[in-house]
């Protein structure tokens, strides 16, 4: 029986991934970047879209697109909402357990742009030494940068 089912798995190579993509879990990939400057400082965002608890201080996030490096999550989100340019470092953090969601967090360093806020997702951004960090920073994000 072993011997049939392992026949029928090589025969089955060219839909392989897709008999596995059909038969396990699919997740959402939130990711998050800790970035710092020369000094040390730590970007921080006020997010408008979190505004339901109080428009709290926290980490540029975002969600990896389809076939995007996880790397490039962190570097295209930060662009995209503060018109800056990073290079990733480490990873800092893996986690599951959020219904279909797994978050991934990296360290990161700016190498470049401008900041200039996009308006509708974000309405402030600061640099904030990690011993300083503001009233209303996430907890889950003070993690991050103490880490």
């Known amino acids: 029986m072993k011997r049939a089912l392992v026949w029928m798995w090589r025969r089955l190579r060219p839909f392989q991934w897709r008999i596995l993509w059909i038969m396990n879990a699919t997740f959402m990939v939130g990711v998050s970047g800790v970035i710092r400057n020369e000094q040390g400082q730590v970007l921080l965002l006020k997010h408008r879209l979190w505004a339901a608890r109080g428009g709290d201080w926290g980490v540029p996030t975002g969600y990896a697109k389809r076939r995007e490096r996880l790397e490039d999550t962190v570097v295209r989100e930060v662009r995209e909402e503060t018109g800056l340019e990073v290079r990733t470092g480490s990873l800092i953090r893996v986690r ?52």
């Open 96 to 147: 599951s357990g959020f219904k279909f969601r797994v978050e991934v967090a990296y360290e990161a360093h700016v190498v470049g742009g401008t900041l200039k806020l996009d308006p509708f997702e974000i309405v402030d951004a600061k640099w904030f030494d990690p011993s300083d960090l503001p009233e209303g920073t996430r907890q889950a994000h003070r993690t991050l940068i103490h880490h």
